[in-house]
């Protein structure tokens, strides 16, 4: 009998868009921003160091969020961390837009970071443990493509409020200048996510680590029939045989050595890396980065948009190939594309000349640099992006799995942060040029680190992943 005609397929597709919509939130409340520092600056009077800070904010939540979230889902369950993360998008919708202050909006920025870090981690590891791993990498994808399509809609819901209220800085609707509805969209999706959630089922393998079995039964048979049911649920059981414990931190270091899991180091190397090539500078500062090269506010915010088109383009590319051609060479085309890529942006950043005020102009070089950029843009989503959040919700051990999460999330909002802090800094120090040079150092880098420390976890079962 083909195991496969057993399985449930479009209850597990369905799973897994729902799950995949914390992921949009997390695109759609990362690129909101970009639209909005200039609302930012005049409405609380923010000098460049505040305005990075009520940037920034946010991800100092995610930081938190993250590494709380891996830890919590060991305690209360997979669905129960993104109810409540749910939860969590709509208070910092609501919130952030209403703000009359910079400190009660970096409140409530800081409490939408807590949900955006918690579903970047409990979506992924979420879908790796309800799906069969044949599709594993194709379905755990579509978080990316999630995330990028939540940064797309923000761009363009930001572009067409920018344009209809003239600038992103004037009244819109009710009284409430333009930027602030551009955080209140986000209620819409936030709402669907809460009520969608409440119709999936717990993840099996967190049942059986809490020894519910018998639940865990009962869903494992739902996604794959009884009879491969029955057989993955003896499969987890044996995975964990022998120490069925509370997992906790401690689980992260190995007991004949003392010292902490190569699993773990290579996890917080793919979350850290991910940062340093210097991705979000694009998606939080982009309306910023165009105007600072000789772009208007329109033209910046529609270039968004094209970056937006080209990021869903290369998601889809892996979301496809993903589970054929495998992790590994992914991560290392993008590596080499971004190194490539970056590197020609530093070009026509230090052969640009600069206008009375010290703004480049790109001049003739202008073209060239949105084609780098978007092709850099392009690189990171059919490698990066998707494949490093597939990784992390698979390649860990059950035993460990939300712990290893919880220290990688850490690391990859920890680098987030000091990426989008220090950008601002970087730019009026060592100019664009010298910041992207930085990034196409550490795109460099990763190169190597894929070389010799990535291994391919292609259709091996969860309960197969060796810590």
């Known amino acids: 009998m083909n195991t496969q005609n057993n399985e449930n397929m479009l209850f ?32 609380f009077n923010s000098d460049s160091m505040g305005t990075g800070f009520n940037v920034a904010s946010m991800l100092l939540g995610c930081a938190v969020g993250a590494f709380t979230a891996g830890r919590l889902a060991d305690i209360y369950g997979r669905k129960t961390l993104l109810l409540v993360t749910a939860v969590f998008f709509i208070v910092s919708a609501w919130g952030s837009g209403i703000a009359t202050s910079s400190l009660e909006f970096i409140i409530y920025r800081i409490l939408g970071g807590l949900a955006v870090g918690a579903a970047s981690v409990m979506a992924p590891a979420y879908i790796s443990e309800i799906a069969p791993a044949r599709l594993r990498g194709r379905l755990s994808s579509i978080q990316q493509v999630a995330i990028i399509a939540g940064l797309f809609s923000a761009f363009v819901s930001n572009y067409l409020l920018a344009n209809f209220a003239g600038a992103s800085t004037a009244d819109f609707w009710l009284g409430y200048a333009a930027w602030r509805w551009m955080f209140w969209i986000e209620l819409a999706p936030a709402v669907l996510f809460l009520l969608a959630l409440i119709f999936i089922p717990e993840s099996p393998r967190y049942l059986v680590l809490r020894k519910k079995d018998q639940q865990a039964a009962v869903v494992l048979n739902r996604l794959y029939g009884s009879l491969v049911g029955q057989q993955k649920l003896l499969e987890i059981q044996q995975s964990l045989a022998g120490d069925r414990h509370e997992p906790t931190l401690s689980d992260l270091i190995d007991k004949s050595s003392g010292k902490v899991r190569k699993i773990v180091w290579i996890g917080i190397g793919l979350a850290t890396f991910q940062q340093l090539v210097g991705i979000n500078v694009v998606f939080y500062y982009g309306a910023v980065l165009w105007q600072a090269v000789g772009f208007s506010e329109g033209d910046a915010l529609l270039i968004n948009i094209i970056s937006g088109a080209v990021s869903i383009a290369a998601c889809v590319i892996t979301m496809y190939l993903i589970d054929k051609v495998g992790r590994k060479p992914f991560l290392m085309i993008g590596s080499i594309g971004m190194t490539i890529t970056l590197a020609g942006l530093v070009y026509a950043f230090m052969n640009s000349a600069l206008d009375a005020n010290g703004n480049l102009q790109l001049g003739e070089l202008g073209t060239f640099a949105l084609i780098s950029a978007n092709a850099y843009v392009f690189f990171f989503n059919l490698s990066w992006g998707p494949v490093m959040w597939v990784m992390l919700g698979e390649m860990f051990p059950n035993q460990i799995r939300g712990s290893g999460l919880a220290v990688a999330g850490l690391a990859q909002w920890g680098s987030n942060f000091a990426i989008t802090m220090t950008f601002p800094i970087m730019l009026a120090g060592i100019g664009l040029a010298g910041a992207y040079g930085f990034y196409t150092v550490c795109a460099a880098i990763s190169v190597l680190f894929v070389a010799k420390y990535v291994y391919e976890t292609k259709g091996t079962e969860l309960e197969d992943m060796q810590g």
């Open 12 to 43: 597990i597709v369905l799973v897994s868009i729902v799950a995949t919509i914390g992921g949009f939130l997390f695109g759609f409340d990362s690129g909101v921003i970009n639209g909005t520092v200039d609302g930012l600056q005049r409405a």
